[in-house]
T-cell receptor, first 118, second 116 residues
Framework: AQKITQTQPGMFVQEKEAVTLDCTYD???????LFWYKQPSSGEMIFLIY??????QNATEGRYSLNFQKARKSANLVISASQLGDSAMYFC???????????????FGKGTHLIIQP | AAGVIQSPRHLIKEKRETATLKCYPI?????VYWYQQGPGQDPQFLIS???????DKGSIPDRFSAQQFSDYHSELNMSSLELGDSALYFC???????????????FGDGTRLSIL
């Protein structure tokens, strides 16, 4: 089974609109972390936002917020007031087993290609 | 702010050759991670090092090896290169602490390896 599922391969959004990128995850661990990264066409991988499994409040970073619904195992990224520069591939990722060390590597979803239209 | 530095940015090799990729982590970061991203794919975790010791191992082929040096830089050594090794190779770094769960992995710009 996929550990990270991103159901939207591609999205077109009008500039200035808000956009929600979906991410669901699968883990039996109680302690884990969820990350979102942005990958522009130039290829670099840019960290956007983090949510810990025990965090009670949804994470926010500027125009980015994470809608964390633990019972539904979802961690959707919300981008407010989208800009042309937001056009990129967006990856949701998870790090499991944080209690007592656990795994180092991030497991990524397949990504969502977001295109912002003027 | 200083970022993760990877070299070279681009590398072209032929089948059965060897390649060495280098990674210089963000200052004071003690953990280094290597990922491989094939064309149109998501990144796959290869291996990580904490304080110069191998910390975790992912889907790294036996033909590949890596190490972290005393100055915390890391090298990924690849031998007997195959066409399927053509990919973008990322190095990432983080600072592991008591609450390392919330320490994001910061990625370098990657090395694009092409095998002819």
């Amino acid at each position: 089974a996929q550990k990270i599922t991103q159901t939207q391969p591609g999205m077109f959004v009008q500039e200035k609109e808000a956009v929600t990128l979906d991410c669901t995850y699968d883990t039996s661990d109680q302690s884990y972390g969820l990350f979102w990264y942005k990958q522009p066409s130039s290829g670099e991988m840019i960290f956007l936002i983090y949510q810990g499994s025990y965090d009670e409040q949804n994470a926010t970073e500027g125009r980015y917020s994470l809608n964390f619904q633990k019972a539904r195992k979802s961690a959707n990224l919300v981008i407010s007031a989208s800009q042309l520069g937001d056009s990129a591939m967006y990856f949701c990722a998870m790090r499991e087993g944080l209690a007592g060390g656990g795994a180092d590597g991030l497991t990524f979803g397949k990504g969502t290609h977001l295109i912002i239209q003027p | 702010a200083a970022g993760v530095i990877q070299s070279p940015r681009h590398l072209i090799k032929e089948k059965r050759e060897t390649a060495t990729l280098k990674c210089y982590p963000i200052p004071r970061h003690d953990t280094v991670y290597w990922y491989q991203q094939g064309p149109g794919q998501d990144p796959q975790f290869l291996i990580s090092f904490y304080e110069k010791m191998q910390s975790d191992k992912g889907s790294i082929p036996d033909r590949f090896s890596a190490q972290q040096f005393s100055d915390y830089h890391s090298e990924l050594n690849m031998s007997s290169l195959e066409l399927g090794d053509s990919a973008l190779y990322f190095c990432a770094s983080s600072q592991r602490g008591a609450a390392d769960s919330n320490q994001p992995q910061h990625f370098g710009d990657g090395t694009r390896l092409s095998i002819l």
